[in-house]
């Protein structure tokens, strides 16, 4: 006497330890002598990553674990029950990999009231990670220009989004003209770049880049 033989795929992937999908094929029923093909859409969710600044910080700054594991289970009813696992793991990239942060001199526009000079900062990186789009928030400080102590010359903040590949968005400082003179001078800049969830959160990363002008 032959029975038929019940199938099923589950399971979950994760990034860096923090769950981003689980799976589930239901029960597939395969009768004697026969076969079948398994099929498993995994949507993935990332508010568990988003909501651990350990895993977040790895993701958006490291190249971090992707792991899917899986189980088989597999009956046979009455006669006997089996459950086969298994793991596979491969190396995501960063979200925010080979990030760099160029000053745009010619573009630098006086304000209205000529006490604010508002430079472009081009930010570029390329994500290649899971994740396809988001937003963060970001803040930007230039902290060093040539000629003069570590200080606070400006800032600008504001969303920071992101989509899958290469990435670019270029953001206003509003720099004090007190601190320039009549020109900008040449040399190296420092920019200081955090990064948070929101606008109200507590930043979870930090780059410090350098420019040349």
């Known amino acids: 006497m032959t029975f038929p033989l019940t199938l099923e ?7 860096d330890n923090a769950t981003i999908g689980n799976f589930d094929s239901g029960n597939y029923v ?4 026969g076969s079948a093909t398994v099929n498993v859409t995994i949507p993935l969710s990332f508010a568990d ?8 910080q790895e993701a958006a700054a490291n190249s971090t674990q992707l792991s899917i594991n899986a189980m088989v ?4 009813v009455p006669l006997l029950g089996i459950n086969i696992t298994k793991s596979v793991n491969s190396t995501a990239g960063p979200i925010f990999g ?14 209205s009231n000529h006490q604010t000079l508002q430079m472009p900062l081009a930010l570029s990186w390329q994500n290649s990670s899971p994740l396809a789009e988001g937003t963060f928030w970001y803040r930007a400080n230039l902290t060093d220009i040539p000629g003069k102590p570590t200080g606070d010359y400006g800032s600008a ?3 920071l989004n992101f989509t899958q590949g290469q990435n670019y968005q270029t953001v206003q400082l509003n ?5 320039f003179g009549k020109e900008i001078p040449s040399g190296a800049y420092t920019i200081q770049i955090t990064l948070s969830q929101s606008q109200l ?11 040349m002008v």
Do not use: C, M, Y
């Open 9 to 15: 795929l589950l399971g979950n992937v994760s990034l």
């Open 30 to 33: 395969i009768q004697p002598n």
């Open 49 to 56: 990553l988003l909501n651990d600044s350990k895993a977040l």
């Open 73 to 76: 289970s597999a009956h046979i």
């Open 98 to 111: 080979d990030l760099t942060a160029n000053l745009n001199t010619t573009g630098a526009q006086l304000s």
């Open 157 to 159: 903040s504001g969303p």
């Open 175 to 179: 720099l004090p003209v007190s601190d």
């Open 201 to 211: 959160s507590e930043p979870f990363l930090q780059f410090t880049r350098s420019a």
